[in-house]
């Protein structure tokens, strides 16, 4: 118990600073929403290194503590809209065993700007908002794919040397 | 690891293929709903909401400069040579700035939080089909 509270807080610190480290770059698309989303990195190795429960609250964790360092209420509400969707969606896709960890990302990188437009639509009621579907849609499989590729890396070195250092 | 059947996480299989494809057309045809079949040409009239209520319609042929104050924050809307631009806007991330001028039929800028939206509407006041789905 107390290893995979350590362990959780861990993953927990990880994404905070990958949170960090992304409001300190200036990334601007032209779309409000589209992001690198490094902290995703710790979602999607976590969904094979950590048990369902602790994975669920790292992210809960993640995005209510850098929600409010970095950013305001309303962009709280629509990252966890995002990253629950985004969650929910790698959780169902890993669960079926039929898929790799880049197109898991990749869904997840998608589900989350949709959750996240979705939840700011519905919030700020400007159905227009709807327009930037699409663009999230694509930057989404974009950013999804090139986390999936350096979550790769990194189980790999995991599942090779230090598995059980978490179980 | 567990199970024989699971497949191997790091190597792409026809699953993943699938899936990819699936995302990248159900992409591709909001791209097609949205701007297919959609009049692109010059729009007469646009239109200014703040907070999901209707501040008010211009025309485009009369150039304005519209102050929006609000609880939220401030903006400054220009309507110039038929085009609106975002001036000036107090809020964090100044995505309706950097937007630029705009003057196509359904255009749109967007200050999320202040919740102001420009829109282009044509002569005949439609912009899109979203109009039928905010009624």
């Known amino acids: 118990m107390a290893r995979r509270a350590a362990i959780g807080g861990v993953f927990a610190a990880l994404a905070m600073i990958f949170s960090y480290v992304e409001s300190l770059i200036p990334f601007h698309f032209g779309v ?16 094979y290194l950590l048990r369902i429960p602790d994975l669920c609250l790292v992210a809960l964790i993640r995005i209510v503590v850098s929600g409010l360092l970095f950013g305001n209420i309303y962009s709280l509400i629509y990252s966890l809209a995002g990253g629950a969707c985004s969650l929910l969606i790698m959780l169902l896709l ?44 694509g930057a989404g499989m974009i950013t999804g794919a090139l986390i999936g590729v350096i979550a790769s890396r990194v189980l790999k070195i995991f599942f090779h040397s230090s598995k059980q250092f978490l179980h | 690891m567990k199970k024989r059947k699971e497949a191997d996480p ?34 007469a009239f646009v239109r200014i909401t ?10 485009l042929s009369q150039p304005v400069q519209i102050r ?6 401030n903006n400054l809307i220009q309507i110039r040579d038929h085009q609106v631009t975002m001036l000036e806007a107090d809020c964090p991330d100044g ?17 999320l939080p202040h919740r102001v939206v420009a829109e282009i509407l044509s002569a005949d006041g439609h912009a899109d089909e979203f109009d039928v789905i905010a009624q």
């Open chain 1, 32 to 47: 409000p929403g589209i992001k690198l989303g490094l902290a995703n990195l710790v979602i999607v190795t976590g969904l």
């Open chain 1, 94 to 137: 890993k669960k079926t065993g039929k898929f790799s960890v880049y197109s898991i990302s990749i869904a997840g990188g998608v589900f989350h700007n949709l959750g996240q437009i979705a939840a700011a639509a519905a919030v700020t009621r400007i159905p227009v908002l709807l327009y930037y579907l699409p663009v999230l849609m």
């Open chain 2, 10 to 43: 790091f190597r792409i299989n026809r699953y993943d293929i699938i899936l990819t494809a699936a995302l990248a057309a159900a992409a591709v045809i909001c791209v097609i709903l949205f701007a297919g079949f959609h009049d692109t040409s010059e729009g």
């Open chain 2, 50 to 59: 703040v907070d999901a209520e209707e501040y008010g319609i211009y025309e």
């Open chain 2, 68 to 73: 929006i104050e609000t609880d939220r924050g």
């Open chain 2, 95 to 111: 995505y309706c700035i950097r937007k630029g001028p705009i003057s196509r039929i359904g255009d749109t800028i967007v200050c």
